[in-house]
């Protein structure tokens, strides 16, 4: 996978992103049978600043947050629970854009106890799925993003972050 990394706050240089951005990227679209190679993300390594004004302007919610995703083309499934459409090849090699918040991702890591590693790599694997048509504002969709992340994480030998 290109991941195309754009990094304004250089905190994020101490987990060396980019690498773990290739490694996420890579992990999510191979499980969906996607060659990485075929596929290009940006990804805005920022502060929560940055994120907060980005989250007002395209989800007119004005705060932090971790993780944001702007997919370049409508993937999402229909019905709640299948599986979104898929990009292919040639057509869609540009996935579409994330932000990443260092601030939020390590007072969250911290509170759950979670190596700052993992949670990043839980996030940018989160933000990938978004690109791909993922969601979890309905039930069963939420349901098959979340085991999504589960399994994918779990081969990158990172713990379930939804277990209780």
Known sequence: MTVDCL???HRWADIDLERLAGVATDAALERLGLAPDDFEISLLACNDTRIATLNADFRGKPKATNVLSWPSSERGAATDGE???RPKPGLDEELGDIAIAYDTCTKEAAE???????HTMHLLVHGTLHLLGFDHERDADATLMEGLETEILGK????DPYRA
């Open 7 to 9: 990094i304004e706050d």
């Open 83 to 85: 599986m979104p459409l």
């Open 112 to 118: 759950a106890g979670t190596p700052i590693v993992d």
């Open 156 to 159: 990158l030998g990172i713990a």
